[in-house]
């Protein structure tokens, strides 16, 4: 019987993905494979594009574990250590995984024996590959903070909508120049705001049915987009490094749920720093100071007086429900046929049904759902099943002893690979002291 034999690749970023770098390693696994005989099958090809060797939590990664787990695979090649995991624990982990399963790992740099010199060796690059990413991350950080505390563009990664970001072989020398056309939109925008004292969402739909074409040049404009161009101090000269800081996403949206809830990087999203902390770089203003405080108070003007905060909570539901033809949210919105708000019937409705919110209309066939009909349904359900205490309990209890049972599982494998990195530290220590006696070479 042959070897069911598994390739696995990952690149950390989107431009490798977009350069593929991705079919160069698989090209070097392919021939790795070639010179030991070894047969691939074409769906035992795993690939991560753009996603951080710092989580475990991989699309191509997990579908490769079950296939260990199903016993599918009796050997995995990687092209080196670091591109399987960039933590040191987190290579301990899937080394001891998929040896626990039968699984061999076969990484073409070099072969890990069991002797305690391999096995030294192994770890050692582990620990090394991790210590690298993070020095190249902190002088990454060091030197963009020091670029713009000196007023330098290039601490910036690119240029907000109406500006044009102009890369230069002097890193000094990179600099923001105005985009015409896009410049006069953002005016347009702010003379709405302060003039007009149009809601974003009109804004929003204003500028799809006029068919102005956005940065990317796909779909309509978005109300979200238009709430941070107009909080943006880089339009009045002053671009602002240091704005947001990255964090765990807590929101899952629905580009996250179609993705599958896999995150490129641990920290896949943000939060606004205070503005104190803010550092401000010279930029080509667009619009002047006092147009853009205006806009300012205006916006807290506007959020202060907004519906939202004026009606009472009618719809325990929204947020929580998903169109089942589109993945989005459902929301509450009343009807306005009657002048009297009492009288208005209320609807759950799915964000793709708004043709306004999108540059090719609604994406959505289905029609509003009746808020009390809604409602009424699921309360009906949540009381019948509160009236079986048994069933909420038998399922608490399972989830419960699941979740304890894996924890369980990962501390005591953790544990176990602590210990183990101990001992090899312990062990390198010794190795050092040795080379440094001259008793070994």
Not at 49 to 55: D, E, F, I, K, W
Not at 147 to 174: C, F, H, I, W
Not at 228 to 234: G, V
Request: charged share 25%; hydrophobic share 35%; with cysteine.
């Amino acid at each position: 019987m042959s070897s069911r034999i598994a390739l696995y690749t990952r690149v950390s970023s989107d431009h490798q993905a977009h350069e593929g770098t991705i079919d160069s390693q698989i090209a070097s696994l392919r021939t790795y494979c070639a010179e030991h005989a070894y047969i691939v099958e074409e769906d035992l090809i795993f690939c991560d594009n753009g996603v951080s060797g710092t989580t475990l939590a991989r699309r191509g990664l997990d579908a490769l574990r079950d296939k260990a787990v199903a016993g599918d695979l009796d050997r995995v090649v990687v092209l080196c250590p670091d591109r399987f995991a960039r933590k040191h624990t987190h290579q301990l982990l899937l080394v001891e995984e998929f040896h626990r399963l039968g699984v061999e790992i076969e990484f073409t740099n070099h072969v890990i024996a069991q002797t305690p010199e391999d096995q030294l060796l192994f770890h050692v690059q582990g620990v090394i590959a991790e210590f690298e990413r993070e020095k190249i991350l902190e002088r990454s950080r060091r030197g963009k903070l020091h670029r713009a505390r000196n007023g330098k563009v290039s601490a910036l990664a690119q240029a907000p909508y109406g500006y044009v970001y102009l890369r230069a072989m002097n890193r000094d020398e990179t600099r923001y120049e105005i985009h015409p056309q896009e410049a006069e939109v953002v005016r347009r925008i702010f003379h709405w705001l302060t003039e007009e004292q149009m809601r974003i969402e009109a804004m929003a739909r204003r500028l799809t049915r006029e068919q102005i074409p956005t940065r990317r040049q796909h779909g309509g404009w978005n109300a979200s987009v238009l709430w941070n161009l107009l909080r943006n101090p880089a339009y009045m000269g002053k671009a602002a490094y240091q704005k947001t800081q990255v964090v765990p996403r807590t929101r899952v949206i629905k580009s996250a749920r179609e993705r599958g809830y896999y995150p490129k990087h641990v920290h896949s999203s943000c939060r606004p720093r205070p503005v104190d902390e803010w550092i401000s770089i010279p930029v080509p203003a667009i619009v002047s100071s006092s147009l853009f405080e205006r806009a300012q108070t205006q916006l807290a003007e506007n959020k202060k007086f907004a519906a939202r905060h004026r009606r009472p909570q009618r719809y325990l539901l929204s947020g929580l429900l998903y169109c089942q033809r589109c993945g989005y949210a459902l929301y509450g919105k009343p009807s306005r046929h009657k002048k009297d708000p009492a009288l208005q019937p209320c609807y759950y409705r799915c964000k793709g049904q708004d043709g306004y919110r999108f540059a090719s209309g609604r994406v959505c066939p289905g029609r509003p759902v009746r808020m009390e009909l809604l409602d009424e349904v699921i309360w009906r359900h949540l009381t019948e099943l509160l009236q079986h205490p048994e069933v909420v309990l038998r399922e608490y209890t399972q989830r419960v002893n699941s979740q304890q049972t894996q924890s369980t599982m990962v501390e005591a494998l953790l544990r176990t690979k602590q210990k183990e990195s101990r001992q090899q530290e312990g062990e390198k220590q010794r190795l050092l002291d040795l080379y440094q006696a001259g008793s070994i070479s």
